[in-house]
């Protein structure tokens, strides 16, 4: 079953940067086997930013991994950036992680020995590039950071954390940004903050996002979203509404 | 990578601390064991010191150069291994950190890098510390050697400057070599598990872990065989290498272990909600079991089979010098006391062996190669007829009924020196005199036989007079040795005691210097084995806090969880005895009394048993402590938390 063409506000554009087609990810053998994805397809468009929503155990997390080259899938095909990663080998899967995409978590993943500013430039020096202190500090200035360089994560709310893990994964201008309940963690002022930064950051700059998240109010910050049910996709909906999501999401769930 | 290295060592230190210790000690251990090598390697001899007592300060010097020899590379290995098991314990405590660097782009050799750059600040750290507490250890080192006699009073190691690139040398590559397999094990670290909701992958025995564990014990067990037909000096060398590969071996199959012997310590566990806890959460964290179990397996391994074997070796000796003497009582007395003990009632026979100040020049060849060697020591006056008959030994050659007058007997420990036949030149105070080659002793087990026998009529009457003599008594049938013994002390000639005793006193002498330099390795790798153990219960306490959190929250008491948590430790360190003791009775397995030869097993229980004591103390203390502060927080305040 084929998702249509979530048509996002640059539906021009003729690369998609992540393209699954017929993807199935099935764990352990026998009789404990898990099918966490059957056959799923599904196109997300440049320039758009597509929520991935689903109940417990639908295989939203397994969907993004997939797509993101962090986990192998049992069948089909995974495009990321027009280069096919089905079989890729570990050092490919490390220079598209260096180039093509970005990640933000629900529970940040700073690392708590560097400060914002040593965060944010990591992913460049893990690259091998030297990048210079006007780039991170543009980056930290993008989130609305830009006088909290020098602090530590533990020095920073949870709200100015996640912005710093934003800042990191846009360092590199990645050609997509997967983002896993980026406001799983936040309280509902912080979180608006960070959704209206994914906002600005695809209709100004054009960034893919692909979110996975259980907040219907997220959710209805995208373009579209996708709904899983049973690792397979069950609906999705084009400019939702928070109510139209959490209907939907409870009809999935009923 | 080397800014990240150092600012995880700065922000993690506890992970580092065990090792940054254990490096500094290895590397205090073997400046310190260098510097007095080094010093031993040129002896001071004072001028004007005899060549009897010059030769006695080259023999004490070569044994203590020996014994450092032996000891340095089994400190060493301690030290490479405890730095390895803790960082192993360590990148599993900093998966989702490692992860986390996977996914922002970081390479597998980028982590390599990283872990080694970690290994080499640690090893840098490590050595500064070394190098300045070697000093003090040089000095102990020193006085323990001059303390049990190997060494002269006015010994002193001298400083060297090459010492500054050595120690860093060693620091830097212990900590690199024990960061080594760690370091491939983080770069297979995947990127996934940077995400607290990816499925984990809890498999501990990895692929690298059974090639390393099994080629181990594969090894193990081909020197067990080879032990078994080997001669003493071969055992020993089997008894030194087992507890190396032995301990590596079942510390790389501990988690197999670990259920096994968790199922069989469960029925003594189940008895109690708290057992079963215990026992369950020992078959959960398998690798955190293993970790604590491992320093456990080496200490006792390499200390309970290396005492065991030295035990066994100075036993054998003792059997053997037992056996080819053939006397009932020995006594220790002057020359001209031993003179008057033939007249004590009962006595039948009494032969006095005195160890004169003489020396003899002789022609060696070994290997094409010939060179004089004079010799000042182990030159003993004996009566060849009753040498004869309390001695039970069958000459290599000659006979010595023909020792008497110019004549001389190689001893038992020149027996494979090569010495060549003819003559040899002997130097008695100011004369000098050609001596024949009549005899040919065989070689023995102990240490300390003589080198030369000559007759007594040889030496003047004087020098016997005042010489060191020990006599071996036979007493005619019937005697009560007892009532013998109490005649020659009323007599006042000397010390009296029976053949076992002075067997036993003489093998126990000899060995003195081993078992000083086995009590200063036992004190290091109980040490280092105390280091691991309680760094590995720290570092994982912090990752249970929220675990005991839980089980708190579910409604045990504070006092409930401290004494799961000990009791858990104490079902490991358990688990480390049983394997440590396999591994000991391995390396022991050659020593094990068989058909042929004089192999006699010792088996040090006493150090067994105090082994066990102080490691179940040890972790008991150590997982009650850390338990406590664990739960000190309240434990909603935990259970909340994500974080």
Redesign the interface.
Known sequence: MRAPATAGPHAGVPVAPVQLSQVSRR?GAGETQVQALAEVSVTFPAGSWTAVMGPSGSGK?TLL?CAAG??RVSAGRVLLAGQDITHAT??EL?RL??RTVG?V???F?L????SAE?NVA??LR??GARPSRRDVQTALADVGLADRGRHRPRELSGGQQQRVAIA?AMV?RPSVLFA?EPTG?LDTGSARTVLRLLRRMVDAAGQTVVMVTHDPVAAASADAVVFLSDGRIADHLLRPSAAQVAERLTRLEG | MLR?SA??V???WPLFAGALLTVTLGVALVQSSVLVLVSTGEPTIPPGASGRVAEQIREGYVGAATLLGMATPLAMFLAVFIVGSTFAFSVEQRR??LA?????????P?LIRLLLGEAFLLGLAGSALGILLGMPATWIQARLLIGIGLLPGDFSARWSNGMLLLSPAVGIGVAVLGVLSASYRAARV???D??????RATRVMTLGRWLWGVSSLVLTVMLVVAGHGADLLGALLVAMAIPVFGSIALSALSPLAVPLVGRLLGTVLRTSALGELAQANLRDAVRRSASTAAPVIVLVGLLVGLTGALNSLARAASADLERSTAADLVVTSTGAAAARIPQIPGVALASPQSQVEMSVTAQHRVDHRSYRQTHHWGITAVDAAAYRRTHRLTLRSGSLDALHGRTVAIGPRLAAEGVRDGTVTARIGPHKLKLRIVARLPEVLENGSDNFLVPRDLMPTAMLADAPTETLVQLTPGTSPQAVADRIRAAGIGEVRTLGQWADARVETQQRGTMGIMAVLMGMSGLYAAIAVINAVVIAAAERRTEFAVARATGLSRSQVVRMAVVESAAVTLIGLLLGTLVAAAALASFYPGPGGVHVLSVPWTLLGLLIMASLAVTAVASALTALTATRPSPTALVAA??
């Open positions: 764990y997390s991994h962090l986990d570990d050092a490390t992680r260096r990640f978590f629900q529970n993943n690392i708590g020995s560097l040593q990591l992913p893990l690259a990191r590199t896993d963690a | 990240i600012s995880t700065r922000d993690r989702e950190e986390l660097l996977r996914m922002l782009g970081g390479s597998r980028q995947r990127p996934l940077a995400l607290r909701s990816a499925p994500r974080e």
